[in-house]
């Protein structure tokens, strides 16, 4: 028989705590103290369906893997459940009305055009979660105008009639030097999430990296994937090794191609356009009893997992788990570089996650120009494999990271935004712009393939001087003004 509402709304503190998911009935009470996101946002739904809020957050089978089945309560009558009359708010409002007005997918012409789109039409907590940097935003800043600092030496009368700007990635061929770079909690921007980027990464043949915190699971985006399309996993390592060592060993029986262990969020930083989305409820346990507030958004909510105590003693003990490559991805010096290549790993990502960690990190490229003639100096430079993220939104920007020695470059928001504007569609046409791009910034440069970049092509002269100023983009802007409304800002 099942439940109705009715019984379910009994449950509705912290003594004895229900909530609905997807139709279902789960007794929290016992796990409340528990939740990584703290008791607050549980106990706001304590009685009644929250699922829209679980959707974003948390991979389908979370309930399964980790709520003791004893506390599945059973099916529900939903007819039986009271709907929550939710009133649209103004802002609500007036973000439906830029969605009717929004431009058409074919008026996007750069990665900059969906940042545009996307932060008018999606939800104001998603668009915190993705478009945060840490503390001032001035390193996420800095990893796209660190790609202004580099110009160009053009080659000419070069014959570029046919231009291939296909390469290899651990070994996997791809159309163009980028790939999908782990960004969490796709349906946050999407209802579909990760899959979506799965998907346009088939259809364009790049390489998708798998968060850990994804909204999906590891199993439906590995799903999603066709024929023999290549994916990497992203690992945040869990304090228990043992729940570290299930999800990489089970990643490399599903066949992924690479295991990039993320090593520059030992915590993860302060982004306080995504605290002050009011993930207020969501403070976490990190926070638990400290004096700062819970509002800690998202990403520390779902983060207190995270082993701080991760070091280089834990290389040898990654490489006695798994056949897989193991790539590095946050490293921000050269002598960390060369620390990588002695521990035996098979590459480095040089990135600062974003901007989303310590914020005055140099951006990838400039720590890129720091490294390779240093290797080289050494005979190392193909010892191995070096990507870089951070701030890529042009073709430019990929031939320079190419120019400078990487073997590719990591790509994240651009596609989230064109996912959260667009869906597939949009990814599928950013894809295809970079694409665009690169074959006419090939041509102009005197290449005809990816093995003819080399440094002589670039001059980055200008590259460490760093320029902090007074943060004048509009991101920049509603950090410091975030009473002012968009409204009165027009004015
Ligand atoms: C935009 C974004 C980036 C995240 C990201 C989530 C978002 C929304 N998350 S985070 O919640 O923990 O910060 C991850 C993550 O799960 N793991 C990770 O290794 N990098 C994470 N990154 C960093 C990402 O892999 C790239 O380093 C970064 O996005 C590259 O910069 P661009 O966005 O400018 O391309």
Known sequence: MPLTGEEIAKHNSRESCWVIVHGKAYDVTEFLPE???GPKIILKYAGKDATEEYEPIHPPDTLDKYLDKSKHLGVVDMKTVEKEEKEESPEEIERQQRIERMPILEQCYNLMDFEAVARGVMKKTAWAYYSSGADDEITMRENHTAFHKIWFRPRILVDVEKVDFTTTMLGTK???PFYVTATALGKLGNPEGEVVLTRAAKKHNVVQMIPTLASCSFDE????AEGDQVQWMQLYVNKDREITKKIVQHAEKRGCKGLFITVDAPQLGRREKDMRSKFTDTGSNVQAGSTTDNSQGAARAISTFIDPGLSWKDIPWFQ???KMPIILKGVQRVEDVIRAIESGVQGVVLSNHGGRQLDFARSGIEVLAEVMPVLRERGWE?????????????????IKALCLGAKGVGIGRPFLYAM?????????????LLKD???MNMRLIGCSNVDQLNPTLVDTRGLNMHTTSVPSDTLGMSVYDPLVSPKEKAK
């Open 382 to 398: 193909n010892r191995i494999e070096i990507f870089v993220d951070g701030g890529v939104r042009r073709a430019t920007d990929i």
């Open 437 to 439: 791009e690169m074959e």
């Open 221 to 224: 985006i590995m799903d999603a």
């Open 174 to 176: 791809v159309d163009i």
């Open 35 to 37: 939740h990584p996101g």
């Open 420 to 432: 959260s504007a667009y869906g597939q569609p949009g990814v599928d046409r950013a894809m295809q």
């Open 320 to 322: 006695s788990i798994t």
